[in-house]
């Protein structure tokens, strides 16, 4: 039962798997003040998103049909679904995570009255890899998202100076970089004897270099550059013994395990062919982080990701495309390595650079640690947001 003086809070996100959104819409609900605030989380499906606040006590509400593509006859069912939504909980704020559920929600609630509409854009989608006339749209629904919101916040503030740019924008954005929390990471060893199980052909380098890479396999995360990067390294005398294992799960999956094998067979010899290893799904995979020596987030659109900020407090050297607010968190040569997105010769050769020089890798990885735990604390994005919300 509410408790008089508490504000209603309703979080919406598209998706209920556990990406970067749905880890923020995670710590906010979980942290919120309980006698400041009743909360309750709205999406679509009942993924480990769900799982997890049904665990910790959050009162969850499924939104049928909803689904990131766009679907015309199901965004209406959907949109129809909000307003009903919207008009029995009546929330006194509403806080919008993902593009699709940005949009409907926004206009479901100025339609419905709610007194407080936030947006979070983690990442603008008019980045990913689209037509110019695409990419034209999505920008001009985002900026509409905008306009329909009270308040909007990006996660970096290269985010919110690119909204910024565009009409009647600027009062309406903050920048609040995401935070994180203490993990209970596992030590080398252990870590990596339990990424064995999950393919026991790593044994074989167990006591080599690891390249990592965590996330969902989805043509964002740029991995196609990541392993055109890694057959370049193939050929080398460095990264003979060096695999690159990845972590994470998607619809990418099947495409890019056929690259990794016609990078392999084109860079190296009959014996070296299996040295890219596809994990999958793994939970709470960020405490198996010690297993690698070489971190790489090679991107192609990002917000500001969780990820480094977790291979940060691990303490290992980051390669990472530059952009987004990766800059934010990674200064180059100083507590990572900056490369350009979509280069696989530039990715590489910064690869190769810090496999070749053990100095280095626990210099920036130290650098890395001491800057995230100094700069991106979960309880300062928490504190900042509630400011939001009380405005």
């Given at each position: 039962?509410?408790?008089?003086?508490?504000?209603?809070?309703?979080?919406?996100?598209?998706?209920?798997?556990?990406?970067?959104?749905?880890?923020?819409?995670?710590?906010?609900?979980?942290?919120?003040?309980?006698?400041?605030?009743?909360?309750?989380?709205?999406?679509?499906?009942?993924?480990?998103?769900?799982?997890?606040?049904?665990?910790?006590?959050?009162?969850?509400?499924?939104?049928?049909?909803?689904?990131?593509?766009?679907?015309?006859?199901?965004?209406?069912?959907?949109?129809?679904?909000?307003?009903?939504?919207?008009?029995?909980?009546?929330?006194?704020?509403?806080?919008?995570?993902?593009?699709?559920?940005?949009?409907?929600?926004?206009?479901?609630?100025?339609?419905?009255?709610?007194?407080?509409?936030?947006?979070?854009?983690?990442?603008?989608?008019?980045?990913?890899?689209?037509?110019?006339?695409?990419?034209?749209?999505?920008?001009?629904?985002?900026?509409?998202?905008?306009?329909?919101?009270?308040?909007?916040?990006?996660?970096?503030?290269?985010?919110?100076?690119?909204?910024?740019?565009?009409?009647?924008?600027?009062?309406?954005?903050?920048?609040?970089?995401?935070?994180?929390?203490?993990?209970?990471?596992?030590?080398?060893?252990?870590?990596?004897?339990f990424l064995i199980t999950k393919n026991p052909a790593l044994t074989t380098y167990k006591n080599s270099l690891w390249i990592g890479a965590i996330g969902e396999l989805h043509k964002n995360k740029g991995y196609e550059y990541l392993l055109?990067?890694?057959?370049?390294?193939?050929?080398?005398?460095?990264?003979?013994?060096?695999?690159?294992?990845?972590?994470?799960?998607?619809?990418?999956?099947?495409?890019?395990?056929?690259?990794?094998?016609?990078?392999?067979?084109?860079?190296?010899?009959?014996?070296?062919?299996?040295?890219?290893?596809?994990?999958?799904?793994?939970?709470?995979?960020s405490r198996y982080l010690k297993a690698f020596d070489v971190f790489a987030l090679t991107s192609i659109k990002e917000g500001l990701p969780y990820v480094l900020l977790e291979a940060g407090l691990a303490g290992l050297p980051v390669v990472?495309?530059?952009?987004?607010?990766?800059?934010?968190?990674?200064?180059?040569?100083?507590?990572?390595?900056?490369?350009?997105?979509?280069?696989?010769?530039?990715?590489?050769?910064?690869?190769?650079?810090?496999?070749?020089?053990?100095?280095?890798?626990?210099?920036?990885?130290?650098?890395?640690?001491?800057?995230?735990?100094?700069?991106?604390?979960?309880?300062?994005?928490?504190?900042?947001?509630?400011?939001?919300?009380?405005?």
């Amino acid at each position: 039962m509410e408790r008089p003086g508490k504000q209603k809070i309703l979080y919406l996100i598209t998706k209920s798997n556990f990406g970067g959104a749905q880890r923020y819409v995670y710590d906010l609900a979980t942290r919120l003040p309980k006698e400041s605030f009743d909360v309750r989380v709205a999406c679509g499906g009942n993924g480990v998103l769900t799982e997890r606040l049904q665990a910790e006590g959050i009162l969850i509400l499924i939104i049928p049909n909803l689904i990131r593509n766009v679907n015309v006859f199901q965004d209406i069912l959907v949109f129809s679904h909000i307003l009903s939504l919207l008009r029995k909980e009546r929330p006194d704020i509403i806080h919008l995570n993902s593009s699709k559920i940005g949009g409907l929600g926004a206009l479901a609630g100025r339609l419905v009255g709610v007194k407080k509409i936030i947006f979070t854009a983690h990442g603008w989608a008019w980045h990913e890899s689209r037509s110019p006339f695409s990419r034209a749209i999505i920008k001009t629904l985002h900026w509409i998202t905008v306009l329909l919101c009270h308040h909007v916040i990006t996660v970096a503030e290269k985010e919110r100076a690119e909204m910024a740019e565009m009409p009647w924008t600027k009062n309406k954005l903050i920048a609040i970089h995401n935070g994180i929390g203490a993990i209970d990471f596992i030590e080398k060893a252990t870590a990596r004897d339990f990424l064995i199980t999950k393919n026991p052909a790593l044994t074989t380098y167990k006591n080599s270099l690891w390249i990592g890479a965590i996330g969902e396999l989805h043509k964002n995360k740029g991995y196609e550059y990541l392993l055109e990067a890694f057959g370049n390294l193939a050929r080398t005398v460095l990264a003979k013994n060096v695999p690159l294992v990845i972590i994470g799960e998607g619809e990418e999956r099947q495409r890019l395990e056929n690259l990794a094998r016609t990078v392999l067979a084109k860079n190296a010899t009959a014996s070296q062919t299996e040295k890219v290893f596809f994990l999958g799904q793994i939970p709470d995979a960020s405490r198996y982080l010690k297993a690698f020596d070489v971190f790489a987030l090679t991107s192609i659109k990002e917000g500001l990701p969780y990820v480094l900020l977790e291979a940060g407090l691990a303490g290992l050297p980051v390669v990472a495309s530059d952009i987004g607010g990766i800059s934010e968190i990674i200064e180059d040569k100083k507590t990572g390595i900056l490369t350009k997105s979509r280069d696989a010769l530039v990715i590489a050769d910064s690869l190769s650079f810090l496999l070749d020089n053990a100095h280095l890798r626990q210099s920036l990885g130290t650098a890395l640690q001491a800057s995230v735990t100094q700069n991106f604390p979960v309880e300062k994005m928490l504190k900042n947001t509630c400011a939001v919300y009380t405005k």
